[in-house]
């Protein structure tokens, strides 16, 4: 029985479905911990597959393959170094599980399995997977360690049942996506669970993007007294060997490691810059391509791709067309030139009027209208596209949360691309991180510092130039108040009624709700791009497109439901 426990934490980055080289920094996690005397190496929920798979899990093959890693890591640790506990999906004669396994000695030495499977914002775990039973501990090195996997320290259930059944030491395995807020909420269910048992928890996180998600890492020891012992990085990978002492019969972490974790405006900055860096990376991406309008939402994004990229893997191009101003294209070279990154001006006139020219027959008798308008920004898409096939780079779309909430942007056109790293950012967001931005180099970026995006950028009125003299303001309301109005609906389900008690025109209201259902369509089609709130278009707010509901914008009392009870006891 000893009376030291040295557990790593391996805050890395799998990728969903390579599980051999998953397998490979599994491996490399493991050397680096045994070098620092580790005894245990903690690898995140699922690790082998990544997180979330999804239906991959489903597949018989690639079961299989993480099984083989599985056996193969376990060999491993017949060397004598440092014991694995690391995440599969598992299956018995009840069905795949989600579970983490105990590998020491050359040996599967104990499996545990989730009990308490997601299914709500962007989990989808009930589908894929079947619950465990409630855990006791398994013993280690005289040591008796609880495992609940992630949303199992959600509820209290399973980590009562692991301190009741002799459990001495909590090691979590997660896979939690960043949302801005959530380093509060998991620090107050870990201290919760550790109140209730009184034994110390080590909060162990994935990192790296994946598709929507950005997994921040964060990770996190917390004392048996609830303390905050040792803190992990946010947004990079770490590997942070813990120590647990027995001190009168019970368990404590001597304190460490106390990383500074972004907050606000700077983690929302550094999830889009992260999730960016692995879609592209992951997906094995030479570079991005973006239109560089000389307005702030293009301007940000091209920030955001030089801190994730470097500027030689980001391509930015000017587009100009007659209503295209020269503080315009004065501020995007302006823009590119701050970034130091490769800046072309293809003007579009040529093509835009070719193709009003060969409309002209069909359009006779027909008044200009928005068509003409999302002819340039079609004519934008296809140059960008055309671009990407040439040469390879992914075309960056740089829609923002408000703009995709009242469908203000041109199927086929602006909303060309693969992927949009400020979809989940308000306006009013973009103008903070633009900001931000200028103030800060982030931590890890391979952009400049100073200055990166032109003041007059952030201070002109936006425009999509798309007519003369045009401003988004001509077909919406001022950010701040339309901001206002989507929070309410859109992350809070606000009735229209309480808006308004709030001070908003029901008029207005009313206006924004309609043009946010009647955009579902566009959304289905726009890029992923990265999760930041609560309430992203994507897994966590899933309406149908067609959809004949409208709020009637008065309170409503729920009607008396009449049930019809049977006149007798039923008996059974
Ligand atoms: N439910 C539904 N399911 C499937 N398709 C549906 C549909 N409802 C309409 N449609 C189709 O959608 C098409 C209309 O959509 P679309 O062609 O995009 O055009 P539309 O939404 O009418 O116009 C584009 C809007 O975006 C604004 N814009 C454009 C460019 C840049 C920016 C910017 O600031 O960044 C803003 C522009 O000022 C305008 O308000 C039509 O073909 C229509 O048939
Ligand atoms: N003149 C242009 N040159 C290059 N790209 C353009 C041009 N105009 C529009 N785009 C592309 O289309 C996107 C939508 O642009 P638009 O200017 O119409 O509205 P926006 O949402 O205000 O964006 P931005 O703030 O970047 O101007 C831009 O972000 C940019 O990527
Ligand atoms: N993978 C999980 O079980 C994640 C669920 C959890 N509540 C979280 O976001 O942290």
């Given at each position: 029985?000893t009376?030291?426990?040295?557990?790593?934490?391996a805050?890395?980055?799998?990728?969903?479905?390579?599980v051999?080289?998953?397998l490979?920094?599994?491996?490399?996690a493991?050397?680096a911990?045994?070098?620092?005397g580790?005894?245990?190496v903690?690898?995140c929920e699922?690790?082998l597959?990544?997180?979330?798979?999804?239906?991959?899990?489903?597949?018989?093959?690639?079961h299989?393959?993480?099984m083989?890693?599985?056996t193969?890591?376990a060999?491993d640790?017949?060397d004598?170094?440092?014991?694995?506990?690391?995440?599969?999906?598992?299956?018995?004669?009840?069905?795949?599980?989600?579970?983490?396994?105990?590998?020491?000695?050359?040996?599967i030495?104990?499996?545990?399995?989730?009990?308490?499977?997601?299914n709500?914002g962007?989990?989808?775990?009930?589908?894929?997977?079947?619950?465990?039973p409630?855990?006791?501990?398994?013993?280690?090195r005289?040591?008796?360690?609880?495992?609940?996997?992630?949303e199992?320290?959600?509820?209290?259930?399973p980590?009562?049942?692991i301190?009741?059944?002799?459990?001495?030491i909590?090691?979590?395995p997660?896979?939690?996506p960043?949302?801005?807020?959530?380093?509060?909420?998991?620090?107050?269910?870990?201290?919760?669970r550790v109140?209730?048992?009184?034994?110390?928890?080590?909060?162990?996180?994935?990192l790296?993007g994946?598709?929507e998600?950005?997994?921040?890492?964060?990770?996190?020891?917390?004392?048996?007294?609830?303390?905050?012992?040792v803190?992990?990085?946010?947004?990079?990978?770490?590997?942070?060997?813990?120590?647990?002492?027995r001190?009168?019969?019970?368990?404590?972490?001597?304190?460490?490691?106390?990383?500074?974790?972004?907050?606000?405006?700077?983690s929302?900055?550094?999830?889009?810059v992260?999730?960016?860096?692995?879609?592209?990376?992951k997906?094995?991406?030479?570079g991005?391509?973006?239109?560089?309008?000389?307005?702030?939402?293009?301007?940000?994004?091209?920030?955001?791709?030089?801190?994730a990229?470097?500027?030689?893997r980001?391509?930015a191009?000017?587009?100009?067309?007659?209503?295209?101003s020269?503080?315009s294209l004065e501020?995007?070279?302006?823009?590119?030139d701050?970034?130091?990154?490769?800046y072309?001006?293809?003007?579009?006139?040529?093509?835009?009027?070719?193709?009003e020219?060969?409309?002209?027959?069909v359009f006779?008798?027909?008044?200009?209208?928005?068509?003409e308008?999302?002819?340039?920004?079609?004519?934008?898409?296809?140059?960008?596209?055309?671009i990407?096939?040439?040469?390879?780079p992914?075309?960056l779309t740089t829609?923002?949360?408000?703009?995709?909430?009242?469908?203000y942007?041109?199927?086929?056109?602006?909303?060309?691309?693969?992927f949009?790293?400020?979809?989940?950012?308000?306006?009013?967001?973009?103008y903070?991180?633009?900001?931000w931005r200028n103030?800060?180099?982030?931590?890890?970026s391979?952009?400049?510092?100073g200055?990166v995006?032109?003041?007059?950028?952030?201070?002109?009125?936006?425009?999509?130039?798309?007519?003369?003299?045009?401003?988004?303001?001509?077909?919406l309301?001022?950010?701040?108040?339309l901001?206002?109005?989507?929070?309410?609906?859109?992350?809070k389900e606000?009735?229209?009624?309480d808006?308004v008690?709030?001070g908003y025109?029901?008029?207005?209201?009313?206006?924004i709700?309609?043009?946010?259902?009647?955009?579902?369509?566009k959304?289905r089609?726009?890029a992923?791009?990265?999760?930041?709130?609560?309430?992203n278009?994507?897994?966590?707010?899933?309406?149908?497109?067609?959809?004949?509901?409208?709020?009637?914008?008065?309170p409503?009392?729920?009607?008396?439901?009449?049930?019809?009870?049977?006149?007798?006891?039923?008996?059974?």
């Open positions: 029985m009376d030291r426990l040295l557990v790593a934490l805050q890395i980055a799998p990728v969903v479905g390579d051999a080289g998953n490979a920094k599994a491996r490399a493991r050397a911990a045994a070098e620092r580790a005894d245990l903690l690898f699922l690790f597959a990544g997180y979330p798979p999804e239906d991959l899990v489903l597949k018989p093959a690639f299989a393959a993480c083989t890693a599985l193969d890591l060999a640790t017949a004598g170094g440092p014991a694995v506990l690391i995440g599969l999906p598992w299956r018995d004669a009840d069905g795949l599980h989600n579970t983490h396994a105990l590998l020491d000695a050359g040996k030495a104990a499996l545990r399995h989730k009990v308490d499977l997601p709500y962007p989990f989808d775990e009930k589908r894929v997977f079947v619950p465990g409630l855990p006791g501990p398994f013993e280690f005289g040591v008796r360690i609880g495992v609940p996997i992630c199992d320290i959600w509820g209290p259930a980590v009562a049942c301190a009741e059944t002799g459990g001495e909590l090691l979590v997660n896979a939690s960043y949302r801005a807020g959530v380093l509060g909420e998991r620090f107050a269910v870990a201290t919760a109140a209730a048992v009184g034994l110390p928890l080590l909060y162990l996180n994935q790296g994946q598709d998600l950005v997994f921040e890492g964060a990770s996190f020891a917390l004392d048996a007294d609830g303390s905050l012992a803190q992990l990085p946010a947004f990079r990978e770490a590997l942070e060997v813990v120590e647990l002492t001190r009168d019969g019970r368990w404590r972490v001597t304190p460490g490691t106390r990383a500074e974790v972004e907050t606000g405006v700077a929302d900055y550094a999830a889009c992260l999730g960016l860096r692995d879609y592209v990376d997906n094995r991406f030479p991005v391509v973006l239109g560089l309008s000389g307005g702030i939402d293009s301007a940000l994004v091209a920030a955001m791709a030089v801190d990229l470097g500027a030689p980001v391509h191009v000017m587009l100009p067309y007659r209503w295209t020269s503080d501020d995007a070279a302006a823009c590119a701050a970034l130091g990154i490769r072309d001006v293809v003007p579009i006139g040529v093509a835009v009027d070719g193709f020219a060969l409309l002209a027959p006779a008798g027909r008044a200009a209208d928005i068509t308008e999302n002819l340039q920004s079609r004519t934008r898409g296809t140059i960008l596209m055309a990407s096939n040439k040469f390879g992914m075309v829609g923002n949360k408000s703009e995709m909430s009242v469908g942007a041109t199927l086929y056109g602006d909303m060309n691309g693969g949009n790293p400020i979809k989940d950012l308000y306006k009013t967001e973009v903070a991180a633009a900001a103030a800060n180099r982030p931590v890890g391979l952009g400049p510092a200055v995006i032109p003041e007059r950028i952030i201070t002109k009125a936006p425009s999509a130039e798309l007519r003369e003299n045009q401003t988004d303001q001509d077909s309301p001022p950010y701040d108040i901001d206002g109005v989507l929070e309410r609906l859109v992350e606000m009735a229209v009624v808006i008690a709030e025109d029901e008029a207005l209201v009313r206006r709700e309609r043009l946010l259902y009647v955009a579902e369509y959304r089609q726009a992923p791009g990265v999760k930041i709130t609560a309430r278009f994507g897994r966590d707010r899933r309406y149908p497109i067609t959809n004949g509901f409208r709020d009637p914008g008065r409503v009392d729920l009607p008396e439901v009449p049930v019809s009870r049977p006149s007798s006891p039923v008996v059974v």
